[in-house]
Nanobody, 113 residues
């Protein structure tokens, strides 16, 4: 089992930056891929960015060039720059591997003036 805890959400003005963090504990050796998902009110949860154990990354088109995902051992980060109101959502950390998936509790990001 892998446990995930997110931090770093909050209120930011449009154009601002935030850095989300996700701490993984437990059987982290089983993790093949980690990712950030988000869910806005009334919308389905969507993949924002993913990072694989070899270091390769994927990004949603809507965040390319603005967000950067990174991972160091049991910590995963999402650096979010040039934030827009449409980035407002609950952001969830995800870890997958060996047929299992784990989710964090989510952290709210609100982009508003």
């Amino acid at each position: 089992q892998v446990q995930l805890v997110e931090s770093g959400g909050g209120l930011v003005q449009p154009g601002g930056s935030l850095r989300l963090a996700c701490e993984a504990s437990g059987s982290i050796f089983r993790i093949n891929v980690m990712g950030w998902y988000r869910q806005a009110p009334g919308k389905e949860r969507e993949l924002v960015a993913a990072i694989f154990s070899g270091g390769s990354t994927n990004y949603a088109n809507s965040v390319k060039g603005r967000f950067t995902i990174s991972r160091v051992i049991n910590m995963m980060y999402l650096q979010m720059n040039s934030l827009k109101p449409e980035d407002t959502a609950v952001y969830y950390c995800n870890a997958a591997g060996y047929g299992t998936t784990s989710w964090g509790q989510g952290t709210l990001v609100t982009v508003s003036s």
